[in-house]
């Protein structure tokens, strides 16, 4: 089945709708959905799409994993499946495989808060070469006592931590912005919260 191109389409177009200033970043994506490219197969070197979730606990710390692949501490997410339905199902499904998490809240009406465009460097050793990835990202409220599982062939380890520790400065400032930060009287990149390591 997978994620139908006018999905991805119609995601996009109303992402722009609410940052039109971006339209020029997401251009490579545009023209790629545009020429009927399979953005969701990984096999899509030109480019294809991933997705990834910021998690919120009650105490407004953001759920970050260790990935194995890329040595950094970045948010889950991944790459698409075929039996994924939509976008919102695919960054679903990555959290909960990375992490065991489930109970998600979707935050900003469930719409994407950010979509990033980076280059994967080239991994020889799996045949990819350098390439593009459009990674749609969300963000969620988690309630309660969270328990996390790790998925260990991914993920080295987590951490709730605060959110001025998102390594994306346009994820973080909106991150922020939607918890109400920075507050009046605080600088931009505050953060009242310790690091708790999972």
């Not at 971006?22 to 030109?46: K, M, S, Y």
């Not at 808060?113 to 045949?127: M, Y």
């Not at 987590?158 to 109400?180: K, Y």
Request: charged share 25%; proline share 8%.
């Amino acid at each position: 089945m997978g994620i139908p191109a006018s999905h991805i389409q119609d995601v996009v177009a109303a992402y722009l709708c609410r940052h039109p200033e971006e339209q020029e970043l997401l251009r490579p994506l545009l023209v790629r959905i545009d020429a009927g490219h399979d953005l969701t197969r990984r096999t899509e070197f030109g480019g294809h799409v991933t997705t990834s979730g910021v998690v919120v606990n009650d105490a407004d710390e953001v759920l970050l994993v260790h990935h194995r692949a890329s040595g950094r501490r970045i948010q889950p997410g991944g790459h698409c499946e075929p039996s994924d339905s939509t976008l919102s199902d695919a960054v679903r499904r990555e959290i909960a495989e990375e992490t065991g998490v489930t109970e998600l809240e979707p935050c900003c009406g469930g719409d994407p808060i950010q979509i990033d465009v980076h280059t994967i460097e080239a991994r020889p050793a799996k045949g990819e070469p350098a390439h593009r990835h459009f990674d749609i990202r969300f963000l969620f409220r988690t309630r309660g006592t969270v328990e996390v599982t790790l998925q260990a062939e991914e993920v080295a380890g987590a951490e709730w931590c605060g959110p001025s520790q998102l390594g994306d400065p346009v994820l973080r400032a909106r991150v922020l912005t939607a918890l109400g930060r920075p507050q009046p009287d605080r600088p931009t990149d505050d953060d009242p919260y310790g690091t708790l390591v999972v």
